[in-house]
């Protein structure tokens, strides 16, 4: 098993975080990492964005974590109020592409539905204040052979 975990304020190196992260989930995937690793980053922003508090000082946890060497799980947290994104989940499981397609391009609003095109499974907690997203780990003979 191999693990990362991170546990910062947004008033801390970001950049180094996210570096940390992305290097992470390309030492674990040996294909379809960039959606991935766009989806773990967009996950980390969030938690700054919406649960590291208006002072930012509010802690969050990124940990990754092989299973076996055949499952990336990816575990985000923040200690914010939270928001009901299992609801929102569903509602992109409901619309099929088209609410995709409508935030397309905005600017913002995009990152749970990347998060739920790249990882295999996504869920949030009961709080909705800490993300769940798993990714099958492709053996050599899938993305080789």
């Not at 674990?28 to 002072?55: C, F, P, W, Y």
């Not at 509010?58 to 109020?81: E, F, P, S």
Request: glycine content about 6%; charged content about 30%; overall charge positive.
């Amino acid at each position: 098993m191999k693990e990362l975990e991170i546990v910062f304020s947004a008033q801390t190196d970001v950049d180094t975080v996210r570096y940390r992260v992305i290097s992470f989930v390309r030492e674990q995937l040996r294909t379809d990492k960039s959606l991935l690793e766009i989806a773990v980053i967009e996950a980390v922003n969030n938690a700054i964005l919406h649960g590291a508090g208006k002072s930012g000082n509010q802690l969050i946890r990124v940990r990754l974590r092989t299973l076996r060497n055949k499952i990336l799980l990816v575990r985000v947290k923040d200690c914010g109020d939270g928001f009901p994104g299992n609801r929102l989940l569903k509602k992109i499981r409901e619309s099929k592409d088209e609410l995709f397609e409508q935030c397309l391009f905005n600017e913002s609003g995009r990152g749970v539905l990347i998060m739920s095109r790249a990882a295999d499974c996504i869920l949030y907690n009961q709080q909705g204040n800490e993300v769940l997203m798993t990714k099958r780990i492709p053996t050599a003979s899938q993305c080789c052979g």
